[in-house]
């Protein structure tokens, strides 16, 4: 099983400032990784997949990037609907893994 | 727009059954592969099974191989999830989820129903 490790688990930014979460896998998923958002009581929205390409609708203020087995999301200037939980997930290999998430909290 | 419904969540007891439904919409339901996610109280996501468009290759998770059964008629366009011998940690929202492809390759998720809440206690 691919482990993922998501760092930190709680980002304090305030609004406007950039912030950047990391995701490491355990083994290579070769790009093979997607990160997904949620926001309280609600579900995970789809954000981005092959560790930097962003899904339909997504803000450009929103980029991903890969170096080896660890990739980095970057926000550029949060807006109030960004704060929420981001969680990482590798499809290169079943069983399916998730990273154990992201805060990103209003400073 | 795609969406999914999921419903038959509820209050079991330990060693219970369970059978999770979820209604789709939106896209040609036999050209997808589907899966289950669930959340317990407080935590992270967690990978449950998958199944491939046309139901012949399904996948688990260690924790639930054996005891879960995953399922879909495409006729019905719904999504199926058995549940037998339930236990305390299989408490969790569980959310039916779209993949992007088939079942063969991008394996990800890219649409979410709500969830519907399983509770396993006596």
């Known amino acids: 099983e691919i482990v993922m490790t998501q760092s930190p688990a709680t980002l304090s930014v305030s609004p406007g400032e950039g912030a950047t979460l990391s995701c490491r896998a355990s083994?290579?998923?070769?790009?093979?990784l997607a990160w997904y958002q949620q926001k309280p009581g609600q579900a995970p929205r789809f954000l981005m997949y092959?560790?930097?390409t962003r899904a339909t609708g997504v803000p450009a203020r929103f980029s991903g990037s890969r170096s080896g087995t660890e990739f980095t999301l970057s926000i550029s200037s949060l807006q109030s609907e960004d704060f929420a939980v981001y969680y990482c997930?590798?499809?290169?290999?079943?069983?399916?893994?998730f990273g154990g998430g992201t805060k990103v909290e209003i400073k | 727009e795609v969406q999914l419904w999921e419903s038959g969540g509820g209050l079991v007891q330990p060693e219970g059954s369970l059978r999770l439904s979820c209604a789709a919409s939106?896209?040609?339901?036999?050209?997808?592969?589907l899966g289950w996610v669930r959340q317990a109280p407080g935590r992270g996501l967690d990978w449950v099974s998958a199944?491939?468009?046309?139901?012949?290759?399904?996948n688990y998770a260690d924790s639930v191989r054996g005891r879960f059964t995953i399922s879909r008629d495409n006729s019905r366009n719904t999504l199926y999830l058995q549940m037998n011998s339930l236990r305390a940690d299989d408490t969790a929202v569980f959310y039916c989820?779209?993949?992007?492809?088939?079942?063969?390759?991008?394996?990800?998720?890219?649409?979410w129903g709500q969830g519907t809440l399983v509770t396993v206690s006596s």
């Open positions: 939106g896209f040609t339901f036999g050209n997808y592969a």
């Open positions: 092959d560790g930097s």
């Open positions: 997930l590798q499809y290169h290999s079943w069983p399916l893994t």
């Open positions: 083994q290579s998923v070769n790009v093979y």
């Open positions: 989820a779209k993949i992007v492809g088939s079942g063969t390759y991008y394996n990800l998720f890219d649409s």
């Open positions: 199944i491939s468009s046309d139901g012949g290759t399904t």
